[in-house]
């Protein structure tokens, strides 16, 4: 072996040993850069910064007479009845399962002033005012259409229960409320602070029938009654 081939393989030595050190720290911050995500740890990004909120709702109520239907009698008479009902305000507790399910549940206060008259009569008879009180349970389904690093703009849907209680002077009407709410907005999220508006739609059902209760009180009363499409607006925190 020459002289002049030494240097020549010492170079050759050196690249070598120079690419396969390359090589390893490339695999090592590739390995670092990327690293492999769980499905554990994927769910876990899906879910929401804030899941917890609590808000406040404002619904703009109006009851059509086509969306009543009543039924009154009392000791054999039979009533003509006219409804009408106050816009709704309450407050919404939401949990978010993740970035597409929702739970919540909304307590409101409305109030109704029910007209009945005689039917055999012109004239109004009496006027009553039922404060009502009702519970609202269900589900929220929705999808980002914008999302930024401080804010959110999404659609939603959502569909629940009504349980209620008529706060009224007269105790034969004192009865339950039962029913159904559905419907759909649109959210903006800024940071910890949320605003929210659509419409509404709710199906109540009120009905007090004693007469098997009291013996000789023939006492009967049924309100089913639509708010059909009745826009909403909420404002809340998440934490």
């Known amino acids: 072996m020459t002289n002049k081939s030494l240097p020549i393989r010492s170079i050759l030595l050196a690249f070598a040993l120079f690419a396969s050190v390359g090589t390893a720290f490339a695999q090592n911050d590739s390995t670092v850069q990327t690293p492999v995500v769980s499905d554990t740890a994927k769910s876990s990004l899906s879910k929401p910064k804030h899941p917890l909120s609590i808000a406040l709702v404002y619904e703009f109520s109006d009851l059509s007479s086509r969306n009543l239907e009543t039924n009154m009698s009392r000791n054999g008479k039979r009533y003509n009845v006219d409804m009408e009902v106050s816009h709704m305000f309450g407050v919404n507790g939401q949990y978010s399962y993740n970035d597409w399910i929702s739970f919540f549940g909304l307590l409101g206060y409305r109030q109704a002033s029910i007209d009945y008259t005689p039917r055999n009569r012109a004239e109004k008879e009496e006027t009553m005012t039922s404060h009502n009180i009702f519970l609202q349970l269900g589900a929220e389904i929705g999808f980002r259409i914008l999302t930024a690093k401080n804010y959110q703009f999404r659609a939603l849907g959502f569909a629940g229960l009504v349980g209620g209680l008529n706060l009224i002077d007269d105790y034969y009407m004192s009865s339950p ?28 059902y009120w009905h007090t029938y004693h007469s098997d209760h009291w013996g000789e009180d023939d006492y009967e009363f049924m309100a089913d009654f639509d708010l059909m499409s009745s826009p909403f607006v909420s404002i809340g925190i998440g934490f």
């Not at 409320?177 to 109540?204: A, D, K």
């Open 177 to 204: 409320l039962f029913g159904y709410v559905r419907g759909i907005g649109v959210q903006l999220n800024i940071r910890h602070i949320f605003i929210l508006g659509g419409f509404r739609s709710t199906h109540v």
